[in-house]
């Protein structure tokens, strides 16, 4: 019965270690009130740590009246110690539902540790209380089992990975939080320096030229796990700091990262019971975006995007052939079983599309009982019409959707309706499904900024036999860049990194920086470029949207000790707040 988890402290064992094994042992439990009942002069407790509860019976024959007295007035959330002996509970008290329900703890003392106030909410699983409130209290929300669930979980995932990668020769290194700012995509949160006065460091956004410079350091391998900062707006998978599992490997190729990465992962969710085969597919970033309309795709069910460009151009529905004659594709989705939806419901969809930047919504639906119904069908000549029906394979019961604009419009649209439609209709999604989505594009077109930007980062390898097309025709440069996606989220992401100087250069070009600003914000990445660095590359895991889909939980917030609001903010602690006008001062950004 003795382990670690009983050494140096007031227990002699957990609450949730007991067995039937253990009957007729002395023990001390120590924990929380978690339920109780007075049953006609025995009082019941179930006493509750991390490791579970097991019932406690006090009963007056074998503790003192005064310890009886108290029993008779525990509440919910007091801080227990308790001696007892184990026992066998009748055979009719038997608790098939706990792990302890063989057992009881007969008491011969108890002590009150800590008295505890009535809890703002219950601290029970499956509660109803809102975010914020829980966020508020998290230290009792954290007590909850399944909330301490997901916190060990973490930890298990983490210490699988950890000890994954030490196997392979990884030396974990920690690098600053104290930075220069970069453009990577995000705001930098930004934090004065008291003795530079006007100056700045910026938080991490990612340890990305940290950990190349380790490789030309000739570190060779090196993970961390690393806190991270971006300012950005929020979601269900986003925070404002967040850790991610950073990875950097010299004298590599993409796929020796990837199988790498594999061999981790197969390890890794083996160790927390997640089944998956191995290895897993690899699709190419334009076969996502074609199929799935998105470069992260959930592809535990189908409704996968249907290219209908060549069948309706020139049709005689406007809409469709305006937009193919302007450059643009239609395609569209079957949502199976949507087809008796109302016009209503159906309308309603319009504005999901909307959101993503279409400018309407067309559809056709096929009703169970064989009607078909839509505004649009009308517009199709009979030939067009029927073939267009048989590349949806459409059935009585189908509802299609389009998407007529531009390629990354029209992909943004379905997607977004794939995922919509897929929840709407409950369409099963078992277990887990991971993949590789490679070969992004190294360059796209910021339409507000008016100027280029890196798909993944500017440190990139861009295809050898694409190098010539930087000045040129930037956006049908391919790249060595690879992600990893679990359930229709990016799970991790990396690539192999621009190793000569010259050529760095000419990317951060291309994407508007001068050679002045070069020098001024990546000076030290080119000199180290320039004295012999390695090939490499690497990768990072999102670590808390990892352990997240592991959990099966739809925030990261659930996965996290301490996390923030939608709006960036600490309902427990009050961060942010405001700070003094000597404090100002002190950092030079205000006068007195």
């Given amino acids: ?87 066998m509970r009748d055979a009719e008290a038997i608790n098939p539902n706990m792990e302890t329900g063989e057992i009881e703890v007969l008491a011969h003392s108890l002590q009150v540790l800590n008295k505890a106030k009535t809890p703002p909410f219950s601290i029970e699983d499956g509660i109803e209380t809102d975010e914020t409130t829980r966020m508020k209290w998290r230290y009792l929300d954290i007590r909850r089992p399944e909330m301490l669930a997901n916190l060990k979980l973490r930890h298990e995932v983490v210490t699988a990975l950890r000890k994954a990668l030490n196997e392979r020769g990884f030396l974990e290194i920690e690098t600053p939080i104290l930075a220069n700012s970069t453009p990577e995509g995000a705001r930098d949160f930004l934090v004065p320096s008291r003795p530079n006065p006007g100056k700045f460091y910026a938080l991490p956004q990612s ?67 997640v089944q998956q085969s191995w290895p897993l597919p690899r699709m190419p970033y334009a076969e996502a975006m074609e199929r799935f309309g998105c470069d992260r795709p959930d592809i535990r069910f189908g409704m996968e995007l249907v290219n209908l460009t060549d069948i309706v151009r020139g049709c005689g529905f406007g809409v469709f052939s305006k937009a193919v004659d302007a450059g643009g594709v239609v395609k569209a989705i079957n949502a199976r ?83 919509h439609m897929a929840q709407a209709l409950d369409v099963p999604r078992e277990g887990h499904a991971l993949l590789w989505v490679v070969n992004f594009p190294m360059f796209k077109y910021d339409e507000d900024e008016k100027k280029y930007a890196a798909e993944h980062h500017p440190f990139t390898m861009p295809h050898e036999e694409d190098i010539e097309k930087i000045e040129t025709d930037p956006l049908n440069i391919g790249s060595y860049s690879y992600d990893l996606v679990m359930d229709g989220f990016e799970a991790g992401g990396g690539t192999i990194r621009i190793h000569d100087a010259e050529l760095q250069r000419r990317v951060l070009r291309r994407l508007g920086l001068t050679d002045e600003d070069i020098d001024e914000k990546f000076g030290h990445l ?53 700070v003094t006008p000597r404090q100002l001062k002190e950092v030079s950004l205000r006068k007195l």
């Avoid at 670690?4 to 949730?16: A, D, I, P």
């Avoid at 990892?546 to 959990?551: G, P, Q, S």
């Avoid at 923030?564 to 707040?577: E, L, N, Q, R, V």
Wanted: net charge negative; hydrophobic share 40%.
């Fill in 337 to 419: 079983g949507a087809g008796n939806w109302s016009r209503g419901e159906v309308e309603k969809l319009a504005e999901i599309a909307a959101e993503n930047g279409a400018q309407g919504m067309a559809w056709i639906a096929f009703t169970s009982e064989g009607d078909e119904k839509s505004p649009i069908i009308k517009f199709f000549e009979p030939e067009v019409y029927e073939e267009l029906k048989k590349a949806m394979d459409a059935q009585p019961g189908d509802l299609l959707l389009f998407a007529a604009a531009k390629p990354e419009v029209a992909n943004a649209v379905l997607s977004a309706l794939r995922l």
């Fill in 207 to 273: 340890p990305q030229q940290f950990k190349q410079m380790l490789m030309m350091g000739g570190v060779e391998r090196y993970y961390q796990v690393a806190r991270c900062f971006r300012d950005e707006d929020l979601r269900a998978d986003r925070q404002p700091e967040f850790t991610q599992i950073d990875i950097e490997m010299s004298f590599v190729e993409g796929d020796d990262v990837i199988d790498m990465m594999e061999d981790v992962m197969r390890e890794t969710l083996e160790a927390v019971g």
């Fill in 1 to 87: 019965m003795t382990d670690f988890l009983n050494e140096y402290c007031m227990h002699s064992v957990t609450c949730g270690q007991l067995r039937g094994c253990d009957v007729g042992q002395d023990v001390t439990l120590t924990g929380w009130a978690w339920h109780n009942r007075d049953h006609g002069g025995l009082i019941f407790v179930d006493l509750r740590d991390r490791t579970g509860y097991v019932q406690v019976v006090i009963d007056p024959d074998c503790v003192t009246p005064d310890e009886f007295a108290t029993a008779e007035h525990f509440s919910r959330e007091d801080v227990l110690k308790i001696r007892g002996t184990v026992r």
């Fill in 526 to 578: 080119i000199n180290a470029l320039e004295l012999g660095a390695p090939p490499h590359g690497g990768i990072a895991l999102g670590l808390d949207r990892l352990v997240m889909l592991i959990a099966g939980k739809d925030s990261i917030r659930d996965v996290i000790a301490f996390p923030k609001t939608s709006s960036a903010a600490d309902p427990m602690t009050g961060a942010p707040s405001e």
